[in-house]
């Protein structure tokens, strides 16, 4: 029996994820905070110059620059996720359309069409005036018990 090895993280997608969560973080906000509280208090010091002013401009784009490709990198693999996450519940769902696994890679026209069915299903709800006539606790129910049938093994007679 083979065993399965995990394959190994890349460093940059490690980096840029830890990198994402601390900088996504209360103290991390703090610290930029005191950062420009502490530029902003020197100003008088410095008779807020241009070097002055310089220097935290210079330090904000620097920083703005390569947190955009930092934030893009793990937003992509979020997205990723996200969309295969959904694509395995489509396709697990014998009542979804298959045509919605890899909807992301329709062209916008493609997904205008597709918008406009769920606009007409929308629009068909908006009609029941009480909730509980489009969705009902026996209507879950069901949809339990017929899951649960359908995943359970056929017995052999």
Do not use: C
Not at 7 to 17: H, I, T, V, Y
Not at 79 to 98: C, F, G, H, R, W
Not at 127 to 139: G, K, P, Q, V
Request: aromatic share 10%; no cysteine.
């Amino acid at each position: 029996m083979e065993t399965h090895t995990p394959p190994k993280k890349n460093f940059f997608e490690d980096f840029s994820a830890k990198v994402t969560k601390m900088t996504g973080s209360t103290p991390a906000f703090l610290i930029a905070l005191a950062l420009v509280l502490i530029w902003l208090f020197t100003g008088p010091m410095f008779d807020f110059s241009e070097t002055w002013q310089l220097v935290i401009n210079t330090g904000t784009t620097i920083i703005t620059f390569l947190m955009v490709f930092l934030i893009q990198k793990s937003q992509n693999k979020d997205s990723l996720a996200i969309q295969l996450k959904l694509n395995e519940l489509v396709a697990a769902n014998e009542y979804t359309s298959n045509r919605l696994v890899s909807v992301e890679d329709m062209t916008e026209e493609e997904l205008k069409v597709i918008q406009k069915y769920y606009k007409k299903l929308s629009q068909y709800s908006k009609r029941e005036t009480n909730l509980r006539e489009s969705h009902s606790i026996d209507e879950a129910e069901q949809n339990h018990e017929f899951k649960l049938d359908k995943t359970k093994p056929e017995k052999k007679e």
